[in-house]
C-alpha cells in the first residue's frame, strides 16, 4: 500500500509540476506572440508560437486534473489510514488519557492536517521549485546577465522560503493552542448538548453557556490573529512579486533585448510567483499541522493496559475451566501510594457453573471482570483457561471466550437490528429473535420493529430496556463464559427484579460470572463471593451467607427491609 502510495505521489508532484511549466510555457509564449505580432510579420513567422500557447493551454488544464486527481487520492488515503491507526490506539485494551469531546476532535480536525500536509504543503512546495528554475531558464535564455538571476532568485527565495518561515514562525506562536482551543469548544457544547437537563434543573445552564461563550471567544481570538498573519503574508508575497517584475524590466531595458524579449521576461517573472506565493500559507498551515500531529502522535503512543505475546498460544477450546489464582491489580503504578484493587482473589469457574460477585463499590469486582478480559495487567498471580496462563493468548481471543456485558452498555445510534448484530454481524433473523425473547424483550421489539432506529447512547429506549438491549447483545455473541456486570444497575426495583429474574433463569447450564450488588436470586447461583477492599472475605451459597454474620447478611437484612 505504502510503496503504490509513494508512486501516486510522484506522480502527483510530476503532474503538479508540468501543469506549472505548462502555464510558465503559456505566457511566455503568449508574451511572445502578442509582441511580436504587433510587428506585423508574416502568418508564418507566428506559426509556431500559435500552436505552442494552444499546446500549454490545454495541457495546463490535462495536468492540473491529473495532478489533483491523483494528489488528492493519496491525501485522503493518507488521512483514511491515519484515522485506522488513530482507531486501533482507541479500542481496548489501549488507554487513551482524553475526554470523548478532545478525542473526537483529534479525530476529526487533526486527521486533516494528514491531508493539508500534502495537498497544501509538499506538493506546492515541489511545483513551486521546479517553476521557479524554469523562470530562471527562461530567463537566462532570453538575457544571459548573472544580475537577472541574482534579481529571479533572490525575489522567489524571499517569497518561496524566506516568507513562509516566517509565517510558520509567527504562527507557531499561537497554532499550538487553536486545536486545544477547538477541543475545549467541543467540550463545553457537549456538555450542553447533552447535558442540558441537568443544567436546567439546577439553574446552571446561564453559566455553562457563558463557559461555552468564553470558549468560543477564545478560539476566535486566535483565528483572527492567524488571519491577520494570512492577510499580512499575501500583501507580502504581492510586493515581492512587483519588486521583482520591475527588477526584471529594468535589467531587460538596460540589455537592450528589445520590446519582445522584455515583455516575454517581465510576464515570465510575473508568472513564477503563481506557484510560490501559496507557500507563505503553507508555511503559516505547517505550523498548524505540526501541532496537530503532534497531538495524533500522543494518542498513538499511549502504551495498551495490556501487551500481546509475541507468538500467542492457540486459543484453549470449550469447555473451558477457568483458574483465578491469588490475583493482585494494581491501577496506579505506585505500589506505596494505594492499595490492590485487587489483593490475592482466587476464584474457579467450571463449565456451567454460574458465581456471583458481591460487595460494596470501588471493591474490585469490574476489576476483576477487567482482568479476565484481559484489559488490565495483573501485578502478580495469575488466570487461566484449561491450564493455559491468559498473558500467553491474544487478547482478541481472550475476549472471545470471556465477555458479556460491560457496566455501561452503548446503544448506538443506527437500527435495533444493528445494534443487536454488533455482536453477530451474520446472525439470521432466527438467531436474532431467539437472543430477544431469552432477553424477555420480544414483544418490545414486535412493538417497535426491527428496523426502529434507536437514539445515540439508548436515548430512545428506557433503562429497563437498554440493559436488556445489552443483554440480548451478550446472549447472541454467546461467548463460552458469559462476563455480566451490573446488569440491574441504575434501574427501579420493580424493573431491577424482572431483570435479574430473567437472567438468571437464561443463564442457567451457562458458565456465568455475574457482578451484582442485588442479593434476591442469588440462591440460585453455585456460589456467592463477596470482595471488599479487594480481598475475598466470604465465600458460600446464598443460605450460607446468610446464616453467618458478615457483609453479605447485612446487606441481605437491608434489602430485604426495604422490600417491606
Not at 546577465?145 to 527565495?157: N, Q
Request: with cysteine; net charge negative; hydrophobic share 50%.
Amino acid at each position: 500500500m505504502r510503496r503504490v502510495m509513494g508512486k501516486r505521489l510522484v506522480w502527483a508532484v510530476l503532474a503538479g509540476a508540468a501543469a506549472d511549466l505548462a502555464g510558465l510555457g503559456l505566457i511566455a509564449a503568449a508574451a511572445w506572440l502578442i509582441t511580436r505580432a504587433a510587428q506585423q510579420p508574416p502568418l508564418a513567422a507566428l506559426s509556431v508560437a500559435i500552436v505552442a500557447t494552444r499546446a500549454f493551454a490545454t495541457s495546463k488544464g490535462v495536468f492540473r486534473y491529473v495532478e489533483r486527481l491523483t494528489g488528492h487520492d493519496v491525501a485522503l488515503r493518507a488521512q483514511a489510514g491515519t484515522r485506522e491507526d488513530l482507531y486501533g490506539a482507541l479500542i481496548p485494551p489501549q488507554r487513551p488519557r482524553h475526554g470523548g469531546a478532545d478525542l473526537l476532535s483529534r479525530m476529526v480536525d487533526d486527521t486533516e492536517a494528514v491531508q493539508d500536509l500534502l495537498v497544501r504543503c509538499l506538493l506546492p512546495a515541489a511545483a513551486a521549485a521546479v517553476a521557479g528554475l524554469a523562470a530562471v531558464i527562461v530567463g537566462l535564455t532570453i538575457l544571459p546577465l548573472a544580475a537577472l538571476v541574482l534579481v529571479l532568485v533572490a525575489g522567489l527565495a524571499l517569497a518561496g522560503l524566506a516568507l513562509p518561515a516566517g509565517t510558520a514562525a509567527a504562527a507557531r506562536r499561537w497554532a499550538a493552542r487553536i486545536a486545544p482551543a477547538r477541543a475545549e469548544l467541543a467540550g463545553r457544547v457537549a456538555d450542553l448538548v447533552h447535558g442540558s437537563a441537568d443544567l436546567a434543573a439546577y439553574g446552571a445552564d446561564e453559566a455553562a453557556l457563558r463557559r461555552a461563550e468564553a470558549a468560543d471567544e477564545a478560539l476566535a481570538a486566535l483565528e483572527r490573529r492567524q488571519a491577520r498573519v494570512h492577510a499580512a503574508a499575501l500583501a507580502g508575497g504581492t510586493l515581492l512579486q512587483g519588486l521583482t517584475v520591475a527588477a526584471v524590466v529594468l535589467l531587460a531595458q538596460g540589455a537592450q533585448v528589445g520590446s519582445v524579449g522584455t515583455a516575454v521576461l517581465a510576464l515570465t517573472a510575473l508568472v513564477s510567483f503563481e506557484p510560490v506565493l501559496p507557500l507563505a500559507a503553507a508555511g503559516e498551515r505547517m505550523a498548524g499541522i505540526t501541532a496537530a500531529l503532534r497531538r495524533l502522535r500522543e494518542v498513538r503512543a499511549a502504551a495498551p493496559a495490556v501487551a500481546d505475546p509475541a507468538a500467542p498460544a492457540p486459543r484453549p477450546e470449550s469447555p473451558l475451566t477457568v483458574e483465578v489464582e491469588d490475583l493482585v491489580v494494581r491501577h496506579s503504578p505506585a505500589p506505596e501510594e494505594t492499595r490492590p484493587a485487587l489483593d490475592g482473589v482466587s476464584l474457579r469457574l467450571t463449565p456451567g457453573r454460574r458465581v456471583a460477585i458481591v460487595g460494596p463499590s470501588g471493591a474490585g469486582k469490574s476489576t476483576l471482570l477487567a482482568a479476565l478480559m484481559r484489559l488490565v495487567e495483573p501485578e502478580s498471580g495469575r488466570i487461566t483457561v484449561n491450564g493455559a496462563d491468559v498473558r500467553d493468548l491474544a487478547g482478541d481471543d481472550v475476549r472471545e471466550l470471556m465477555t458479556g456485558l460491560t457496566q455501561d452498555p452503548y446503544i448506538f445510534r443506527t437500527t435495533l437490528r444493528d445494534n443487536l448484530r454488533l455482536a453477530g454481524p451474520d446472525a439470521g433473523d432466527e438467531r436474532l429473535r431467539r437472543a430477544v425473547d431469552d432477553a424477555r424483550l420480544g414483544d418490545w421489539v414486535e412493538r417497535t420493529g426491527w428496523d426502529a432506529e434507536l437514539g445515540e447512547d439508548g436515548r430512545t429506549v428506557s433503562g429497563g430496556q437498554l440493559q436488556r438491549l445489552a443483554l440480548a447483545r451478550a446472549l447472541l455473541y454467546d461467548p463460552p463464559v458469559l462476563l455480566l456486570d451490573e446488569p440491574a444497575e441504575a434501574l427501579d426495583e420493580e424493573t431491577a427484579d424482572r431483570l435479574m429474574a430473567d437472567l438468571l433463569d437464561v443463564t442457567r447450564d451457562r458458565t456465568t460470572l455475574l457482578v451484582t450488588h442485588r442479593l434476591k436470586g442469588l440462591e440460585s447461583v453455585d456460589e456467592v463471593v463477596v470482595l471488599e477492599e479487594g480481598r475475598v472475605t466470604q465465600r458460600g451459597r446464598h443460605d450460607e451467607l446468610v446464616a453467618v454474620p458478615g457483609y453479605y447478611r447485612d446487606l441481605w437484612e437491608s434489602e430485604v427491609l426495604t422490600r417491606r
